[in-house]
């Protein structure tokens, strides 16, 4: 199993829409609105790091809110 955070900077004014649509994504752990560089962290599972890259690519930037996402692996 993998878990990550995601670093989302949303497009602009579009943050609580993405979040929205975030939270209705059942590999979703956690999701907090942020200040600064980013606009929103995630917290997600995937049963290994290709799911991972899967999921960001496939799911989250296709939602059309995203401008760009980092994510940051922290356990297998």
């Not at 995630?42 to 809110?65: C, P, S």
């Amino acid at each position: 199993m993998v878990e990550a955070y995601l670093l989302i900077l949303a497009r602009k004014g579009r943050s609580i829409d993405l979040a929205n649509k975030l939270m209705r994504m059942h590999w979703i752990k956690k999701l907090d609105l942020t200040q600064g560089e980013y606009d929103l962290i995630a917290e997600i599972t995937a049963k290994n790091e290709n799911k991972l890259v899967n999921i960001v690519h496939e799911n989250i930037e296709k939602l059309g809110d995203v401008e760009l996402i980092s994510p940051l692996i922290v356990r297998y």
